[in-house]
């Protein structure tokens, strides 16, 4: 019995259809999925301030509170960051004045990578306003007459622990804070800021 020349073509193609499938089905499964590095981060920290108090001296003071931190990446390495922040002292000085500060600031941030590690780095420069209250300027000091709102920056940097895809670590942050509030004599003081806390990614 003899085979046609189109049954023989046939089997042909179908030999060569069955070894050549499963490469093909292999080489679908070995592509990764592309998976984008989440844009937006929410952080909320434990904060520690230290400031001085009246001018002529030190009459340094802390602080303690907590803040939260709004961050969303525009560039590889650079985000838009907001931050809101809120501490109080009841201990101020002999006199036992008590303070609360408030702090609304944004600016920009940049972050990097250690290596292959999961640490990262980053440095901000925040600008903004801040809010006081309490006995240590209501009525007692009738030189701050700006406690509701004042020129407020931070410029500071801080270590962020990556633990998954969307959680890390804020290991610490540390800012120096300035604000602008009327004390009779520079309107200036200079605070130090502390935080960590944790970071979700989304």
């Given at each position: 019995?003899?085979?046609?020349?189109?049954v023989?073509?046939?089997?042909?193609s179908?030999?060569m259809?069955f070894?050549a499938?499963p490469?093909?089905?292999?080489?679908?499964q070995?592509?990764p999925?592309v998976?984008?590095e989440?844009?937006?981060e929410?952080a909320a920290?434990?904060?520690?301030l230290?400031s001085?108090?009246?001018?002529?001296g030190?009459?340094?003071?802390?602080l303690?509170?907590?803040s939260?931190?709004?961050?969303?990446r525009?560039?590889?390495r650079i985000?838009?960051?907001g931050d809101f922040?809120?501490a109080h002292s009841?201990?101020i000085?002999?006199a036992?004045?008590d303070l609360?500060?408030?702090?609304?600031?944004?600016?920009?941030r940049?972050?990097?990578?250690?290596?292959?590690?999961?640490?990262?780095?980053?440095g901000?420069?925040?600008?903004?306003?801040?809010h006081?209250s309490?006995?240590?300027?209501d009525?007692?000091?009738?030189?701050?007459?700006?406690?509701?709102?004042?020129?407020?920056?931070k410029?500071?940097?801080?270590l962020?622990?990556?633990?998954?895809?969307?959680?890390s670590?804020?290991?610490i942050?540390?800012?120096?804070l300035?604000?602008?509030f009327d004390?009779?004599?520079?309107?200036?003081?200079?605070?130090?800021r502390?935080?960590?806390?944790?970071v979700?990614?989304?």
């Open positions: 019995m003899r085979v046609s020349f189109r023989r073509l046939l089997v042909l179908a030999i259809a070894f499938a490469p093909a089905a292999q080489a679908q070995v592509l999925a998976q984008t989440p844009r937006a929410l920290d434990y904060s520690y230290h001085n108090a009246p001018p002529g030190c009459g340094c003071f802390n303690n509170g907590g939260v931190t709004f961050a969303w525009f560039k590889r985000a838009l960051v922040g809120i009841d201990s000085t002999s036992g004045y609360t500060l408030s702090t609304y600031t944004a600016g920009l940049y972050r990097t990578r250690l290596g292959s590690s999961s640490l990262h780095p980053y901000q420069v925040l600008v903004g306003l801040a006081s309490g006995s240590l300027v009525g007692e000091s009738p030189a701050v007459s700006n406690a509701g709102a004042a020129f407020a920056a410029v500071g940097g801080g962020d622990l990556k633990a998954s895809r969307h959680l670590l804020r290991i942050e540390a800012d120096y300035v604000t602008t004390n009779g004599n520079n309107d200036h003081q200079n605070n130090l502390l935080s960590a806390g944790v979700l990614r989304f």
